[in-house]
């Protein structure tokens, strides 16, 4: 007997023939419209990533420039910014080798005290801040009885005596021999100070005992010099800065000469 089989009716093959080509139709449609849409994806996130590299490069670009410009403030103890802004006070006194009395650099600013190329007898103070000069500010003169000591008569030293080239690299072995916990320089003063202090213990001696002499050779002649001019001759005195390291729970402070070399001070 043999075994029959019932095919389905023409109108419901067709209809399931049209079924399945219009689902395969719908798949490759379906297929094609998720290809472009993860395509146009990708390259919406390629775009934004390209975009915002461009906008990070001119954040950084325009941060640099104006780090640069009045008003941006700079750190002194960092890059070529002292000698940035003892080239603007120059240019501003319209003078190359400034003589100098004082100099104090602190963070934000510089403050150099100069005597006036103009007015020789007068000392002004100049200060660097924020890119831009400020100043003259009129200093008084010391006067001690009927001696003034006024900028003519005073001691001062040349302002290319001074390194501020190595003031970056001074603060860091300053920071490094201080070992402070987050310490960092707070101030670099120069002035005249003794020059004994770079001097090692035999030199010290030896220039006491001539120091001794001279001033026993003075008084049998009964011509006795200045005790205040003989303290200030140029033998006596040296350039010399003081940079000051300061952390919240400590300080410290070191010597170095008029090129910012640290040396130990002798007494």
Request: net charge neutral.
């Amino acid at each position: 007997m043999a075994v029959g089989y019932t095919l389905p009716p023409v109108n419901k093959l067709f209809k399931y023939q049209r079924k399945s080509s219009s689902n395969r139709a719908q798949f490759g449609v379906d297929t094609i419209l998720t290809t472009e849409s993860e395509s146009d994806m990708s390259s919406l996130t390629s775009t934004k990533n390209l975009g915002a590299l461009f906008v990070a490069l001119a954040v950084f670009a325009t941060a640099c420039k104006l780090s640069s410009l009045p008003g941006a403030k700079v750190n002194m103890f960092e890059g070529t910014n002292a000698q940035d802004g003892v080239a603007k006070i120059k240019q501003k006194l319209g003078v190359d080798d400034l003589k100098i009395k004082y100099i104090e650099i602190h963070e934000d600013q510089m403050q150099i005290t100069v005597q006036d190329p103009a007015k020789p007898k007068n000392f002004d103070e100049y200060t660097y801040e924020r890119g831009q000069v400020k100043g003259p500010r009129p200093v008084e003169a010391l006067v001690l009885g009927n001696q003034e000591f006024t900028a003519d008569k005073s001691q001062l030293f040349s302002l290319s005596e001074i390194n501020f080239a190595a003031i970056p690299e001074t603060c860091r072995r300053a920071m490094e021999r201080a070992q402070i916990e987050e310490g960092k320089p707070e101030l670099i003063s120069i002035d005249w100070q003794s020059a004994a202090i770079r001097l090692s213990k035999e030199e010290r001696e030896k220039r006491r005992a001539a120091e001794r002499d001279e001033f026993l050779r003075q008084s049998r002649s009964a011509k006795m010099d200045d005790p205040l001019s003989m303290r200030t001759k140029s033998s006596n005195l040296a350039v010399t800065w003081r940079v000051y390291i300061k952390g919240p729970h400590m300080a410290k402070d070191f010597w170095a000469d008029e090129k910012g070399n640290l040396f130990d001070p002798t007494w």
